[in-house]
């Protein structure tokens, strides 16, 4: 019989990426609800940050997952995504990166944050407020969302499985 899954609290698998960009990274990332982590000179025609504000922009590496509050009709509280582009790049102050730890698989954390299964937690928990287009929510909270947690092989295999099936659905949906 397969162990019981456990609920961790995403604080004891992550932790919040603080380092500011001091070392002058250029390349700003945006994370979009429908395509991910992008690189912003990718999404818009121009580079539409601020240099003045860049220094005060969160470091953002490679797999590193990021949280952006803004509501969607596809993320009703704001889509969290893993940094896939290969690079270091900076985001905004408004989105809370985090990196995870080697008890959890990356690909697996991924995939739980495309289901809706911690949007109640966030609706419990964090209000869309004064900003309609904006969800809110405090850090320390945040981070407090539970994450069900198979052990570690099984988290594997269930990433792969999910992996699989978005590859057929893409191929299906090109013929």
């Keep these: 019989m397969a162990p019981a899954w456990e609920q961790r609290k995403l604080d004891e698998v992550a932790s919040k990426r603080i380092e500011k960009n001091t070392n002058g990274i250029k ?49 009703p509280c704001g889509p969290i995504n893993r940094n896939k582009l290969g690079r270091n790049g900076v985001m905004s102050p408004l989105y809370t990166v985090f990196s995870v730890d080697d008890v959890i698989n990356k690909l697996y954390l991924e995939h739980y944050f495309k289901t809706n299964r911690w949007h109640q937690f966030m609706f419990l928990e964090g209000n869309s407020g004064a900003r309609s287009d904006r969800f809110s929510i405090s850090d320390s909270t945040f981070f407090e969302m539970p994450i069900q947690c198979p052990v570690l092989e099984e988290q594997e295999l269930i990433a792969s499985f999910f992996d699989r099936l978005d590859t057929l659905i893409t191929l299906h949906q090109r013929k």
Aim: glycine share 4%; no cysteine; net charge negative.
């Design 27 to 75: 390349e700003t990332f945006t994370n979009s609800a429908e395509h991910g982590i992008v690189s912003q000179l990718d999404y818009f025609d121009h580079d539409i940050t601020n240099d003045a504000n860049i220094g005060n922009y969160s470091v953002v590496y490679p797999d590193d997952f990021v949280y952006n509050p803004r509501i969607s009709t596809i993320a």
